[in-house]
């Protein structure tokens, strides 16, 4: 099943249950000045009163997201992208973990027909929240006692769901306390539930492998968050928030991925086509596969990244903020095509298309991503010849030996050297 299948069947499912449809939010939003939406949340509800779209206090809604902090994940494994999709639900006034938890478990089993004997779920078990840090160091320095989310566990179990695959785990994964960055007095905070699809036992890193561990054997494809507290720093307690929220979310190239029975992400409709095409310019000889397949990866999501992100407002490269994440995206794209021997200029006419194909019909859109990917490309070239003779002249100096750390660092922090290529250096 391909994404819009999914998040349109989401969508209608919801709003058959008396929720709202509201459109996406714009990628970029003045409360975000140096980066881009990165989850599919919630409207203010009392942020635009005069807005039919936001009467009422159930609302569900699709929304493209970007997380800058996610780029050098992409690749490395089966299921992360920086650029991805997400649905959610959002019902304001009331912290029901038993309708929250029906309503997913039903449309996860019954309507994208996911087995619910590969289903795990995890729960708040208990534990202490950190309330306190250190402003030196940063480090928490008090802690408060939380009970456990008896109501999530009772709900879980009310639809059925087997107690030996639902799974307590601490705070650090499922206690979801607000932007700490805020100056506020308090942190609005709540327990969250997830389900994870289990890629079978012979994916496991031991004999107790469970979702949180970070192995790859479990995909988390939904998150429940109940926000029903604020937390206090300075009195060191939990307050009940006045308007409680209960909301439902679900990662979209995920959930492609389990229904369509396929390895990773880059396997299903959504990805695919954009891989095979990449495929078609590599000409490089002397990389391994898993290598070629990780850049191809990083190309094909971070090309993307910036079709959206061009077509929704970003700036040109440049040196801080939006601007900033706008070059460090096609630096690493550039690299990545370096190394795999692809030709830039016959490749981003044709990859252009490929990866968003509205686009070849939207002639200001194609021409200012070329502009853009072509004005950083010169930009960089300058950058790489400058960098080399300071690398020729470390290379000869270490005897036979490899880059040290330290040499690699300074390349990289003022010298503009992106690591991957420092790394792939080696004094023969």
């Not at 996406?24 to 980066?35: H, R, V």
């Not at 050098?72 to 999709?85: P, R």
């Not at 979702?211 to 029903?228: D, H, L, V």
Request: with cysteine; hydrophobic share 35%; net charge positive.
């Amino acid at each position: 099943m391909d994404c819009q299948e999914i998040s349109r069947n989401f969508v209608n499912y919801y709003t058959s249950r008396s929720f709202r449809s509201i459109p996406p939010a714009p990628m970029l939003q003045k409360n975000l000045p140096m980066s881009y939406v990165y989850s599919c949340t919630p409207p203010e509800p009392d942020s635009d009163p005069e807005n039919p779209n936001y009467m009422g206090n159930k609302f569900v809604r699709h929304q493209t997201c970007f997380r800058h902090f996610d780029t050098d994940a992409v690749g490395k494994d089966n299921q992360h992208l920086s650029l991805f999709e997400m649905s959610g639900a959002f019902h304001f006034g009331q912290s029901s973990r038993e309708k929250t938890i029906s309503r997913i478990w039903n449309w996860a089993t019954q309507e994208m027909g996911i087995d619910p004997g590969r289903i795990w779920v995890s729960y708040f078990g208990g534990g202490k929240i950190p309330f306190a840090r250190d402003f030196r160091t940063g480090e928490c320095v008090t802690y408060l006692e939380v009970a456990e989310d008896r109501e999530s566990f009772l709900a879980w179990r009310k639809v059925g769901f087997p107690q030996d695959r639902l799974i307590p785990l601490d705070a650090e994964h499922n206690f979801w306390v607000e932007n700490r960055g805020k100056r506020t007095a308090s942190l609005k905070c709540g327990p969250t539930s997830e389900l994870f699809y289990d890629l079978g036992e012979d994916k496991a890193c031991g004999k107790n492998c469970i979702p949180g561990c970070g192995c790859g054997r479990f995909i988390e494809f939904s998150n429940n968050r109940f926000i029903t507290h604020r937390l206090n720093p300075r009195k060191g307690n939990l307050e009940k928030v006045k308007n409680a929220l209960a909301e439902t979310v679900i990662g979209i190239e995920r959930i492609s991925m389990i229904t369509g029975n396929v390895p990773s992400i880059w396997d299903t409709p959504s990805c695919k086509p954009v891989m095979r095409k990449i495929h078609e310019f590599v000409t490089c000889k002397n990389e391994d596969e898993v290598f070629i397949r990780e850049s191809e990866s990083v190309i094909a999501d971070h090309l993307k990244a910036l079709c959206v992100l061009i077509a929704d407002g970003a700036p040109a490269p440049g040196r801080s903020g939006r601007a900033r994440i706008v070059r460090t995206l096609i630096r690493k794209i550039l690299t990545r095509m370096m190394l795999l021997g692809i030709d830039a200029e016959k490749f981003f006419p044709v990859i252009i298309s490929a990866v968003m194909p509205e686009a070849a019909n939207q002639k200001s859109l194609k021409e200012k991503m070329t502009a853009y990917l072509e004005n950083e490309s010169e930009v960089f070239r300058n950058t790489l010849k400058k960098g080399s003779n300071e690398l020729e002249k470390m290379i000869s100096g270490n005897q036979g030996k490899s880059l040290s750390a330290s040499q690699t660092f300074f390349l990289k922090k003022y010298r503009g050297m992106p690591v991957l290529l420092t790394k792939k250096c080696r004094v023969t």
